[in-house]
């Protein structure tokens, strides 16, 4: 199974600061990461495919980058409504799985 | 555009079996691969498993041989079935859709199962 490791575990920001997440996969994954966002009672959707890909109408802030085994999810210019749980999840094997998590408190 | 809405019981007493329907409106079922995901209160995403329309299945080992999945292509859903439940199954559970080693692009709002006598 492939383990994700997401950093921060937890992290407050401020409005219109960058911000970086960042998932280590305990192997190489290619580009079959994948990141969601969590808000609180509410379903995940995914903001990025493929490390990279911005999912249909997904705010521009929003951005993705990597190979292998270290990706980033990366929020420009941070908006009040940005306050939620990221996750990664990899798609190159299964069982998929998931990275435990990134909660932005702003 | 594709919407899923999962529907059970939301109380399950421990030994018993939990059972899902996950309705598929918007779109066909004989698209995608509909997964189940589960979120413990509080704590993050664990995927249990998958289903094609085919009626072809690849489970999460971490539930060993508790898990069961159908597919209905005449009513548009697809149902989960999780034996032996214990307290440790309590959570929220969401059906997505997915394609082929894909990213879920489509979540359903989830129902909470609680395990509890």
């Known amino acids: 199974e492939i383990v994700l490791t997401q950093s921060p575990d937890f992290q407050s920001v401020t409005p219109k600061e960058k911000v970086t997440i960042t998932c280590r996969a305990s192997q190489s994954i290619g580009n079959n990461l994948h990141w969601y966002q969590q808000k609180p009672d509410q379903s995940p959707k995914l903001l990025i495919k493929y490390a990279s890909q911005s999912f249909s109408g997904v705010p521009s802030r929003f951005s993705g980058s990597g190979s292998g085994t270290d990706f980033t999810l990366t929020i420009n210019s941070l908006e009040p409504e940005d306050a939620a749980t990221y996750y990664c999840?990899?798609?190159?094997?299964?069982?998929?799985?998931f990275g435990q998590g990134t909660k932005l408190e702003i | 555009q594709v919407q899923l809405q999962e529907s059970g019981p939301g109380l399950v007493k421990p030994s018993e079996t939990l059972s899902l329907t996950c309705t598929v409106s918007?779109?066909?079922?004989?698209?995608?691969?509909w997964s189940w995901i589960r979120q413990p209160p509080g704590k993050g995403l664990e995927w249990i498993g998958y289903i094609h329309y085919s009626g072809s299945t690849n489970n999460n080992d971490s539930l060993q041989s508790r898990v069961t999945m159908s597919v209905d292509t005449s009513m548009n859903h697809f149902s989960l079935k999780l034996s032996s439940v214990t307290a440790a199954d309590t959570a929220m559970y969401y059906c997505?859709?997915?394609?082929?080693?894909?990213?879920?692009?489509?979540w359903g709002q989830g129902t909470m199962v609680t395990v509890s006598s």
């Open positions: 997505a859709n997915s394609g082929w080693y894909d990213a879920f692009a489509i």
């Open positions: 918007g779109g066909s079922i004989r698209s995608y691969y």
């Open positions: 999840h990899q798609s190159s094997s299964l069982p998929y799985t």
